[in-house]
């Protein structure tokens, strides 16, 4: 936890009303609903909200401090006054709590801090670095939660740091210019990691090389003695727009010639193999894993495991039983139809990755094949022609189902289309029966998870 000292240097805040004690420790929390007896509140203003409005709730459940960035009215000081509640005014809370963060880190220096970005990738990349990592160092490594990895998300993962944390493997998202860098500098990583450049919410990138661009952000903000780990078909483009000058850095990929590569030996459903080399060590590889694109995930993370001097060898089991979070390549039964549930989130590059895992396991099923594709959004002026060339790559021997106005027009004669996935569930309950697989793959905004609550009535 921070002082309130720490606090109010950290953010170069004013103090309104001075604490008793700046020496107090005291947890940070944004949101009013949970226990701030012992915490400093930040007041953050959203589009539909603002937690300046609750203040006064805040200081009769017995806040520890406030923080925030609208001038407070005279009820309100008195108030805070009156239960001797210190007041410290930023002026801006969102900055602020990300200047704690990094308050927080520079106070936990030993404590080793990976960056993860990347088109595709980052979530599971992080989540089988923190698993690997775990292993080697029981208690000792702090990960992103769900899916926070935004400007609020970021520093809120850090704000969970405690002495005896050595990893924080940290995921950092982006959908507008600009945001990575901010990310990056509040974290300054030790190791940065790009898992992947592809074309999520390139609408929002108009500008040529503009995605790479942001992503290579993380390689500007990484400690000078820092490691960045980069796909190795990038590596020619980062090194052009000089992200690497003076950097150390290593590759990764299916070429031979990567610092970290691998050969895709086969999967099935639950899981697959590879050989790797990494470095001077060749090593085959069975995991829990599935398709060609988590076994490249897998191979990084191995690398990063080598780089930070961990033997391999022990990690043997972890890596035969990794699991991913929420619907990422989620396996399940439902009313005894295969439900293979991908559909957190979709760009070309991660909608290919999964219909080519789809090709490799098709023998696999006895039953009608149902593949269910929601629209991958934000993806600018290029939408069309991305939406046309993920159509011509579907699996053969795989029914083709597509959700949402790009998919449709880009749909040639064969393949049902329809506007929501409400619409296509109805579709397929009549057709599904015991036996029979279905894939799900879509962006959030398409909500392709209905589908499941719906064949399960």
């Known amino acids: 936890m921070l002082t309130l000292r720490d606090i109010a240097v950290a953010t170069t805040g004013q103090w309104l009303l001075q604490p008793q004690d700046e020496k107090r420790r005291v947890s940070i929390e944004s949101d009013s609903r949970r226990d701030c007896s012992q915490a400093c509140f930040i007041a953050f203003c959203g589009e539909r909200f603002d937690a300046h409005d609750f203040l006064i709730e805040l200081i009769d459940s017995g806040a520890a401090a406030l923080c925030i960035h609208r001038t407070p009215g005279r009820e309100l000081l008195e108030a805070a006054e009156e239960k001797s509640i210190p007041v410290l005014l930023v002026k801006d809370t969102v900055k602020a709590y990300q200047q704690m963060a990094t308050e927080m880190l520079r106070i936990h220096s030993k404590c080793n801090v990976l960056g ?5 990738g980052k979530t599971s990349v992080k989540s089988i670095l923190a698993s690997l990592l775990e292993v080697a160092y029981p208690q000792q490594v702090l990960s992103t939660l769900a899916n926070t990895n ?4 970021v520093p809120q993962n850090v704000l969970r740091l405690h002495e005896k944390h ?22 300054t990583p030790q190791i940065a990691i790009i898992t992947s450049i592809g074309n999520s919410h390139g609408g929002n990138f108009p500008e040529k090389n503009g995605i790479l661009q942001e992503k290579c952000e993380i390689l500007r903000y990484m400690k000078g003695d820092g490691m960045a780990f980069i796909p190795f078909e990038m590596e020619k483009e980062i090194l052009e727009l000089g992200f690497l000058d003076g950097r150390n850095y ?6 031979s010639q990567a610092d970290i590569s ?17 470095g001077d060590v060749s090593l085959e590889v069975t995991t829990s894993l599935s398709g060609r694109h988590q076994i490249q995930n897998l191979a990084l993370c191995l690398g990063v495991m080598s780089y930070l001097e961990c033997e ?8 035969k039983h990794l699991t991913l979070p929420g619907m990422r390549m989620k396996v399940m039964d439902v009313a005894g139809i295969q439900v293979i549930n991908d559909a957190y989130n979709a760009n070309p590059q991660s909608t290919a990755a999964l219909l080519q895992w789809l090709a490799d396991i098709t023998d696999e099923f006895s039953g009608e094949r149902y593949v269910v594709l929601g629209d991958m959004l934000e993806l600018g002026d290029e939408s069309e022609s991305f939406h046309r060339n993920i159509l011509e790559c579907l699996p053969a021997k795989w029914n083709v189902i597509v959700v949402g106005p790009y998919y449709t027009a880009a749909l040639a004669e064969n393949g049902k289309s329809f506007a929501n996935a409400t619409a296509a569930a109805e579709w397929l309950k009549e057709k599904l029966k015991t036996g029979d697989v279905l894939a799900l793959k879509g962006s959030r905004g398409m909500k392709l998870e209905t589908i499941i609550d719906e064949i399960q009535d």
């Open 116 to 120: 993860v970005t990347g088109s595709s």
């Open 150 to 153: 935004n400007h609020i998300g």
């Open 166 to 187: 050595r990893f924080a493997v940290l995921e950092l998202g982006t959908n507008h210019p600009g945001e990575i860098a901010v990310l990056a500098q509040c974290i």
């Open 250 to 255: 290593r590759t990764f990929g299916a070429d």
């Open 262 to 278: 691998y050969e895709y030996l086969g999967g099935k459903l639950h899981g697959s193999s590879c050989r790797m080399v990494i």
């Open 312 to 319: 391999l060898a022990p990690l043997e089991s972890a890596v």
